[in-house]
């Protein structure tokens, strides 16, 4: 790898990890989802970086895409257990990483569960290694602990300004034949529940990302057109869009998913209603893996 993308990589990984251990302070009972999320993207810009996708603030049943709105007031409770997945990028170059907190003990061994099938994938991020392997470990590992993985959500690749690259790492058993190489950038991210083991779409949808330039009559659907093009195909949130409506936000989001400009990510939820937690590092592929995100 070009030293100068590794560097970058490191830097984006480093200021995650910050981020992530900055989160820990915020994330307790009483506080506010929109405040959580709006203090971790400040974070992000002062420490020299910039934001790969919204602070994802995803509670209880739900997996991920979960981003506060404009105005939202939700407030995290004490039997919450919340899901904070933190996306930072320099120069294209990303970072990913999340954890799981709750304060009943209740959850505690849900949480360990991904946490554990997490740090045993990281030992198997050599070259060669192939990601069905990993899959199966994940999963050995959170049944272990007598919960399922989710099947339908898997790890990724990274690449320059792409989030969601080849290949795809699974967090089960399947005939999925792809060998890791070395340099490779991943993200590995188990997730375990007590429920059914997928998750399905759900309402509601606040992230999006551009998929082509349309031309559009609307002044509002043009606005948000021209600021996802900012984004260099990157995610962004509903509530970051410059326009003071969210009424017409939203007319003017439908308007474009309905004519392929954008796509939604729709907050994705465990099919049975099952609580789910998720840890995730983005990691290097090598002789001896380095985790980017670790502190
Ligand atoms: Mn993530
Ligand atoms: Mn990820």
Not at 224 to 245: H, K, M, Q, T, V
Not at 275 to 282: G, K, R, V, Y
């Amino acid at each position: 790898m070009d030293k100068k993308i590794l560097e970058k990589y490191m830097k984006a990984g480093k200021i995650a990890a910050e981020v992530r251990e900055a989160s820990k302070e915020l994330v307790k009972p009483g506080a506010s989802l929109l405040g959580i999320a709006e203090e971790l993207e400040k974070i992000i810009l002062e420490k020299g970086a910039e934001i790969a996708f919204p602070i994802n603030i995803s509670l209880n049943d739900a997996a991920a895409h979960y981003t506060p709105y404009k105005g939202e007031t939700t407030v995290i409770r004490k039997d919450d257990i919340v899901k904070i997945d933190i996306g930072v990028h320099i120069d294209g170059y990303i970072g990913d990483t999340a954890y799981t907190a709750g304060w009943n003990e209740k959850h505690n061994k849900l949480i360990e569960a991904s946490q554990k099938a997490l740090e045993a994938a990281i030992e198997m991020c050599r070259p060669g290694v192939n990601v069905s392997d990993i899959g199966a470990k994940v999963e050995e590992v959170i049944e272990g602990y007598g919960f399922r993985p989710i099947s339908n959500l898997t790890g990724h690749g990274l690449e320059k300004n792409n989030l969601h690259a080849e290949p795809q790492i699974p967090n089960t058993k399947n005939s999925r034949s792809h060998e890791l190489a070395e340099d490779q950038v991943i993200a590995i991210e188990p997730f375990a529940t007590n429920g059914a083991g997928h998750v399905k779409d759900s309402e509601p949808t606040l992230i999006y990302a551009l998929f082509r330039p349309v031309l559009v009559r609307s002044p509002a659907a043009r606005d948000i057109i021209n600021y996802a093009a900012s984004r260099n195909g990157l995610p962004f949130a509903e509530r970051w869009l410059p326009l003071d409506s969210r009424i017409k936000i939203k007319l003017a989001l439908r308007e474009l998913t309905l004519q392929n400009a954008v796509y939604g990510y729709p907050v994705l939820k465990e099919a049975a209603g099952g609580m789910i937690s998720q840890a995730e590092h983005t990691i290097i592929v090598r002789d001896e893996p380095i985790v980017t995100t670790k502190m």
